[in-house]
């Protein structure tokens, strides 16, 4: 099957169940790695080696950043992490990429998700910037589906 051409990168929403208006800009830090455990290794002659065998996985937390709205439902999401209703925050959150053309060409799925950090803008007024909220988003799994 051949390869498509790659994809353009500012085609994307965030799907957070709940949240009626999860529209981005930039979406960073989709990384899935683990930690690397080296032990010695003696093998068939006698030599000893290190061996490197994978342990921990690690998920690095998600960084979403939007132009600053006058929506609170993500500013409420974060509210329910610091009221302590955890299980109540957590969500399977979705972001979908889509070609050109509007169609959907990649999916991650993020399982239990919840706000660790939300960041309100910097205000200036000698600027005309739009102001960028930035949240960041952990999770339990991390999964591409499409």
């Known amino acids: 099957m051949a390869e498509k ?7 994307f929403m965030v799907d957070v169940p709940g949240v009626t208006n999860a529209h981005f800009r930039e979406a960073s830090g989709f990384t899935t790695e683990n930690n690397v455990i080296t ?3 003696s093998g068939k002659d006698g030599k ?4 490197q065998i994978p342990g921990t996985m690690k998920l690095t937390p998600i960084t979403f950043k939007r132009g600053l709205s006058d929506n609170l439902d993500l500013w409420k999401w974060r509210k329910l992490v610091e009221e302590g209703k955890i299980e109540e925050a957590r969500k399977n959150v979705s972001v979908v990429a889509y070609s050109t053309d509007n169609k959907e060409v990649a ?9 660790s950090k939300l960041t309100g803008p ?10 960028i909220e930035d949240i960041t988003i952990v999770f339990e799994a991390y999964k591409r589906e499409k």
Do not use: F, H, M
């Open 107 to 115: 999916r991650w799925t993020l399982e239990a998700a919840w706000c």
């Open 5 to 11: 051409d790659p994809l353009n990168a500012s085609y």
């Open 48 to 51: 000893v080696i290190q061996k």
């Open 39 to 41: 032990t010695p290794y």
């Open 122 to 131: 910097t205000l200036d007024a000698k600027s005309n910037e739009v102001g």
